[in-house]
């Protein structure tokens, strides 16, 4: 069984590297009469004159490349996005299946957590087996998220939490409008329907809720969910599916809508940077891609405008937040951790969510009268070395496999990222103009879900116990 957060305790860690095409290989020499660097700390082969000879590519450029790059280069943003979101060989194109457990589970008949967990893992297999008669695939991508574990009550709780503000502040002069981003099978939208038609018919009569998905599977199946039963086609003309990714929306909506992205962020493409431990002056990552399609991994000097907008909205938007980074350790520690024989050239890196704060400007731009509600992971065991690091794990022969770099075969991984609250909080305030609230997962829900509907009979309570390492930021 997988999780895309914290129940790893099922997952094993393997090797991993025969996924990995990075070769360890002799020393390079270090690159000095230039502006770029390659990192020392992994030993790769000198590839200094095929970085000055290749093209700069970007994930909007190959879009319509069936074929993975080689003999390329580009920014690690632009490579994870490709990785994640390429029409033709992009993880979440062509490889993702979002566990379904069937019927919702009947928390109150449930004796305890370890029984919970087994019927999971039971409803797991059959659902596996049921898609493997269909195609047999080792390498099926299959995880769930607490949207589907805990419906219908998890979709609920968000809906009481918006019909409760709906009816505080907008109706009724407004209608109550939602856009989801990143809707997964389509459960939460199918959800928050069916419970405000259930307890509120007049505000369903003004609910209209619109998805923005990327994934052209996920989006036909979101649709198909629309229609595969009688109380799911009445909702059919309320919803629209917009099947495009959030980055390319273009249309204005001056009015009120509730904004919901539920573990959406975690897959934002990140940049990456390492300070230059002396002098402290960050340097960006981009990635090469060989003639045998092998990565290796180049920093420069020279922010790109996206990477260095980030650090100025954060230092202005921060001043007074102490956050987690490479440059957060005494000055002399730094240094003399450096010097030492066969020390790394460049401090650990840290990833830059670059993609979030364009998200936060679209919000504020074409949305400037939404308010957000969001869920994701604060923090995620088992990741990557670095700050602000991703997990990277695939699944094959039904055991989640995790490796320790992103630059892995593009479109077999899930890349994702924990999100630091704290400082998203400031951003988004600076890029928005709007005040939030964060909180963690368990007291948005404790607050706002039937949480006796999710008690099993020893009183445990998953939906509020797990997802330790989830937050909750909404706009108030
Ligand atoms: C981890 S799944 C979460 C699904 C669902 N929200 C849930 O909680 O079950 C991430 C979802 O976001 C979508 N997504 C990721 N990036 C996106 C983007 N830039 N624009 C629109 N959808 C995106 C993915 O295709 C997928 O549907």
Redesign the pocket.
């Known amino acids: 069984m997988c999780s895309?957060s914290v129940a790893v305790e099922q997952c094993r860690q393997q090797s991993g590297q025969r996924y990995t095409r990075q070769q360890p290989e002799k020393k390079p020499k270090t690159t000095v009469e230039s502006n770029w660097q390659q990192r020392t700390d992994h030993f790769p082969l000198n590839k200094s004159e095929d970085f000055k000879r290749y093209p700069t590519v970007t994930s909007d450029g190959l879009r319509s490349r069936k074929e993975r790059p080689r003999r390329a280069k580009m920014l690690m943003r632009d490579f994870i996005e490709d990785s994640?979101?390429n029409p033709h060989y992009g993880y979440?194109s062509k490889n993702?299946t979002?566990f379904s457990p069937g019927a919702p589970f009947d928390f109150n008949r449930i004796p305890d957590e370890p029984e919970f967990n087994r019927l999971l893992g039971e409803r797991y297999s059959q659902f596996e087996d049921e898609l493997d008669k269909e195609q047999f695939r080792e390498d099926r991508q299959l995880?769930?998220?607490?949207?589907?574990l805990f419906r219908p009550f998890y979709g609920e709780a968000i809906a009481r939490y918006m019909v409760a503000n709906y009816k505080l502040t907008l109706y009724p002069y407004h209608d109550l409008v939602i856009y989801?981003?990143?809707?997964?099978?389509g459960?939460?939208m199918l959800n928050i329907l069916d419970y405000i038609r259930r307890v509120d018919p007049e505000v369903y009569a003004r609910t209209r809720y619109r998805i923005?998905?990327?994934?052209s599977a996920?989006a036909k199946l979101q649709d198909h969910g629309l229609y595969a039963s009688a109380a799911s086609r009445g909702h059919s003309d309320k919803v629209e599916i917009i099947n495009?990714?959030?980055?390319?929306w273009d249309t204005y909506v001056p009015e009120p809508c509730f904004f919901?992205?539920?573990?959406?962020f975690?897959?934002?493409a990140h940049d990456v940077v390492r300070y230059d431990p002396d002098t402290e002056q960050p340097m960006q990552g981009s990635v090469l891609i060989d003639a045998d399609g092998d990565f290796y991994e180049f920093y420069d000097r020279n922010l790109d405008p996206v990477a260095a907008r980030y650090l100025r909205v954060r230092d202005a938007a921060c001043q007074d937040r102490q956050y987690a980074g490479p440059l957060r350790s005494p000055p002399w520690l730094r240094k003399l951790r450096h010097s030492l024989p066969f020390a790394p050239n460049l401090t650990l890196p840290e990833y830059l969510p670059t993609?979030l704060m364009q998200?936060f400007h679209i919000l504020g731009t074409k949305f400037p009268a939404h308010r957000l509600i969001t869920?994701d992971f604060h923090s995620l065991p088992q990741a990557t070395p670095g700050y602000n690091a991703p997990v990277v794990q695939t699944r094959y022969q039904r055991r989640t496999v995790l490796v320790t770099t992103p630059l892995v075969q593009q479109g077999y991984f899930d890349i994702?990222f924990p999100t630091d609250f704290g400082v998203m909080e400031d951003i988004y305030r600076a890029i928005t103009g709007r005040l939030t609230r964060v909180m963690t997962h368990e007291d948005f829900f404790q607050r706002w879900a039937d949480v006796e509907g999710t008690e099993m009979l020893s009183g445990e309570n998953a939906m509020l116990g797990w997802y330790k390492n989830a937050s909750v930021m909404v706009t108030v």
């Not at 995880?143 to 589907?148: A, F, L, S, V």
């Open positions: 895309r994640l979101y979440f993702v979002i995880w769930h998220t607490p949207t589907e989801e981003v990143g809707a997964g099978n459960t939460l923005i998905e990327v994934s996920l495009k990714s959030v980055f390319d919901l992205a539920m573990e959406v975690d897959n934002f993609r998200f869920s994702l």
